[in-house]
């Protein structure tokens, strides 16, 4: 069955940077698009990043643009999201998501405070 699987959340000082991973399995990683979503207390969740299934095709919410690198490694069917001067308002659980036909699927999330 597919599974997504988040690591690399923390803790980390304003200003920082850490990098998330998310191990998928259970599908041809390679065919499908994939994405980065947040979620913060008392908020709805949203979209951070988005990649094409071969990785030349990315999108931003403006509010990481230019600080949040999304990739993929097709070999290693991972997805990463690099996170550079990080801010408190980024502190959210992070999810990774991939749309499958009709089906959405969604690890468990990856905890990520941003806090001096």
């Known amino acids: 069955q597919v599974q997504l699987v988040e690591s690399g959340g923390g803790l980390v000082q304003p200003g920082g940077s850490l990098r998330l991973s998310c191990a998928a399995s259970?599908?041809?990683?390679?065919?499908?698009?994939m994405s980065w979503y947040r979620q913060a207390p008392g908020k709805e969740r949203e979209l951070v990043a988005h990649?094409?299934?071969?990785?030349?095709?990315?999108n931003y919410a403006d509010a990481v643009k230019g600080r949040f690198t999304i990739s993929r490694d097709n070999a290693k069917n991972t997805v990463y999201l690099q996170m550079n001067s990080l801010k408190p308002e980024d502190t959210a659980v992070y999810y990774c998501?991939?749309?499958?036909?009709?089906?959405?699927?969604w690890g468990k999330g990856t905890l990520v405070t941003v806090s001096s």
């Open positions: 998501r991939c749309g499958i036909g009709r089906m959405d699927y």
């Open positions: 259970g599908f041809t990683f390679s065919r499908y698009a």
């Open positions: 990649i094409s299934s071969a990785g030349a095709s990315t």
